[in-house]
Structure formats: C-alpha cells, structure tokens
C-alpha cells in the first residue's frame, strides 16, 4: 500500500518535475502542497500573472501540470511622471572631474537612460508537474487566483464499492 502523507521534499509517493533553471527567463515558481483527508491543496506564489498567460491541466491520471508566463512589469507611469525619482549621481571621471549622471540620456528623445541596480523579481516562462499518490478527481479540481497566490484543490477520487451478488 502505497504511503499517501505528503512531506516537503519530492518522495517517490508526490514527485515533483522542474524544468533547468540555466534556461535564460525561466524560473520555479514556489507552491506549498498540503494534504487533508479528503484533498490535495496546492499553493503557489506566482505575482502579477495574468490569467490567460497560466495553464493548468492534468498530463496524465496522476500528473498535474501548471504554465505559464510572468512579464517584467514596473508599476511606473514614466509618462505623466507619477511615482518618478528623480535622483542624480555623481562620479569622477578618468581626469578627477565629478561627473553628474541624471535621468535625461541627453539624445533628446525623452526617455530616460534606465540603469538597474538591484533585479530581484522573478520573471519568464514557468512549468511544475505535481504528481500524486492516490488518484484525484479531476472533474472536481478547482482553481483561483488571489493577491498574487494560486490556489488549486484537488479532491481525492472516492474508492467506489462494489457489490457482489450471490446467485
């Protein structure tokens, strides 16, 4: 009989596929998988996913597959300057002479030379595959997007009893 308690690491009971992350725009997606007596509860952080960019659908009876595509965003207006910094950096050239670095990349078009300091927010393309120890069913799976987090419940399929009859 096959163990059904779900642990944190991938066993052979819930196996876990990842695509390589040396893949450039590619990255995993973090989920908690938990299991109640009667479910199987997925739940993964995936901010500023757009509904139609996420993919969700069963490979096989057991196997759960989760796409998608999260674009690079920044929040700013640059256009009606909402939310603009306007920060000047100084440094010295080859010569000893500060130099002032602005906003303005001074080719006159009106967009800003953007420099990135620090690029923590994970983006790109995504694939997990969940695979699970009992049978699910699947016509009763549902999913929903909330503040950034995808909830997906998987009820676990009822053993069907059947009765035998004695002539």
């Not at 779900?6 to 819930?14: F, G, I, R, S, Y």
């Not at 876990?16 to 995993?28: A, L």
């Not at 960019?53 to 490979?59: K, M, P, T, V």
Request: proline share 5%; net charge negative.
């Amino acid at each position: 009989m096959a163990n059904s308690t779900l642990k944190p690491d991938p066993t052979p009971d819930l196996t876990e596929t990842t695509p390589s992350t040396t893949t450039k725009n590619r990255f995993i997606p973090k989920f908690d998988v938990k299991e109640t007596t009667t479910t199987y509860e997925l739940h993964g952080s995936l901010p500023g996913i757009e509904q139609r960019a996420l993919s969700i659908e069963f490979i096989d009876a057991d196997t759960l597959s989760i796409t998608g595509k999260i674009e690079r965003y920044h929040g700013m207006n640059r256009n009606k300057n909402r939310h603009r910094w306007d920060a000047t950096v100084s440094s010295v050239d080859k010569f000893g002479n500060e130099v002032q670095d602005g906003n303005d990349d001074g080719d006159g078009d009106g967009e800003e030379d953007v420099k990135y300091w620090v690029e923590e927010r994970e983006y790109g393309e995504f694939t997990r595959l969940f695979t699970f120890p009992i049978k699910v069913d699947q016509e009763k799976v549902w999913a929903e997007m909330r503040n950034g987090v995808l909830s997906v419940v998987l009820p676990k399929a009822r053993a069907r009893k059947i009765q035998v009859f004695v002539n």
